[in-house]
């Protein structure tokens, strides 16, 4: 007997702090890799989250932390 999956698994909702840090995509100007994260505003380091492959991941980061603006690339 197989299993089918009736529904999507949920996006656990993640938070990050809002005064302290903001939604950044860090690309390679190199070979073109994107990775999401946040940026701390007072050191500038910024913490890695996931790697973008294409529109989907993004699309899961956003809903992931309930992140409706367009996010700032930084190279």
């Known amino acids: 007997m197989t299993t089918t999956k009736l529904f999507k698994k949920k996006i656990p909702a993640q938070t990050y702090d809002k005064s302290r840090q903001k939604p950044v995509i860090k690309a390679s100007i190199c070979n073109g ?3 999401a994260g946040f940026k701390d505003l007072h050191t500038g380091k910024i913490e890695e989250v ?8 993004l699309e ?7 992140i409706e603006d367009e996010i700032g690339k930084e190279y």
Not at 50 to 57: E, N, Y
Not at 60 to 66: A, S, T, V
């Open 60 to 66: 899961r980061f956003k809903k992931m932390y309930g």
């Open 33 to 35: 890799e994107q990775i």
């Open 50 to 57: 996931m790697l973008i492959k294409g529109p989907a991941d």
